[in-house]
């Protein structure tokens, strides 16, 4: 969606009626509701700030809570919200992703595969230990079992990572230098391992002057990590320091964890993922009996004729998968599934055919959304731009749609699970709230569903920007706000 949606009559009849509904909101509105909102969006702290709200009642449609809905603020991880609603939408939540091993040689009487073997990358954001205990190479585990059981026991060849289905920008437009480093910003691969991160942890010596015990999950030859890092007296400050350049699998950690002190643990993106998951994938291989006498490559060009499955996998259902983009608020899920859209829908698995795709469903669905510019599918980006008046619609729509249930229990629980699983705990609005959170530096973003203690039901779109009085401060605001629609 890199121009707006103008021009488009059907949206434009949509903004008109919203339009006539925010300028009566402030009259219609309750008006112990409306004062204290207002008095909520006006403390001194975010005096400064700009606020952008819309509350609706989903059983009468009626504007509760207008503020500035219309503007365009930047969403953050409400932005995921789009691309799942999309997702959902085209998919439905009973799809499987499916990643497949397969070659075009022969399979001899001595157990040879007799060519290359393409490990086929399908979009399955869960190729990880996440629905298998924290087995982080249970997948890989699964296929490597399927080659043993069917005789393959020596690959005559390379083992090759194919990463065709998507295309284009592996990472999102404007998305910061510094996220690049840690796992929320990882790069983007049809064929992901491990949410193409590795997980580190290091744990002060027994002695001051020790180095520290770094242990890293998966142990694979794919990266590497180099640490000078070492225990300092106890009581004093972590110093440690994690450096990663682009484009490299090098880690280094420098600094000092003090004795006594509590573990660090991080998750590090690790680059070119389809190699990652192919060298991981040979290393399982091996320990299953596998051998592999050829290299580790990667390719997007076309799978060769003639080839056939040797084994596959399928993800789980997309009920599942959304759960975890929208309450772990999982960044390159969300990622992976703009560009199975537009794999899908517009046959070409690239950011800008996803956002197509994604233009298309709001269009149907009649959000108004012709002033919002996305540059990505998870609200990383520092460019995303849409209105609280667009969310509010989308999530009014698909409270209609015919998959709303999945929708909506993809969604953190108040004071329950997920993002939200210590906000809003022991307050009226416990376990009455389904919502996805948001948060970049000078934002802060929540837009779901509340039921009032009467029994209510209401969609709202609360977005916090270019505030500096803090995270705690800006969460804390919109929390409030949220009990105060439960208890109005």
Known sequence: MRAGLSGRPAVALALAALTTAAAVARASAPTALRREIDRIALRPPLAHAWWGIEVRSLRSGRVLYARDAEKNFKPASTLKLVTAAAALDALGPDARLRTTVETAGRLDAY???????????????????RFHDGRTTATLEELAGALHASGVRRIEGRLIGHEALFGGDRRGEDWAWNDLVWSYGAEVSALSFNDNAAQLRAIPGERVGDPLVVERDPVSAHYGVVSTAVTSAAGGKPELVLRSDPGSN??????????GGEPWAAGVAIAD???????????????????????????S???????????????????????????KSQNLHSEMLLRLLGARVKGEGTVEAGHEAVE???????????????????????????????????????????????FRDSLPVAGVDGTLEGRMRGTAAQGRVRAKTGSLRHVNALAGYATHRGGERLVFAIVLNHHTAGGTVGVGAIDDIVNALVTR
């Open 111 to 129: 157990g040879r595969i007799l060519g290359d073997v393409y490990l086929v990358g399908g979009g399955d954001p869960n190729l990880s230990g």
């Open 250 to 259: 090098l880690i280094r950690l420098s600094g000092s964890l003090p004795h």
């Open 273 to 299: 993922p389809a190699r990652y998951a192919a060298v991981v994938f040979s290393e399982v291989l091996a320990a299953r009996g596998i051998s592999l006498t050829g290299t580790v490559a990667t390719s």
């Open 301 to 327: 060009d076309p799978l060769p004729a003639g080839r056939r499955v040797l084994a596959a996998r399928e993800s789980e259902p997309l009920a599942e998968i959304l759960r975890v983009v929208n309450k």
């Open 360 to 406: 298309d469903f709001l269009r149907r669905l009649g959000v108004p959304a012709e002033s919002w510019d996305l540059r990505d599918a998870s609200g990383l980006s520092r460019s995303d731009i849409v209105t609280p008046r667009g969310l509010a619609a989308l999530l009014v729509a698909m409270d209609k749609h015919p998959h709303a249930a999945a």
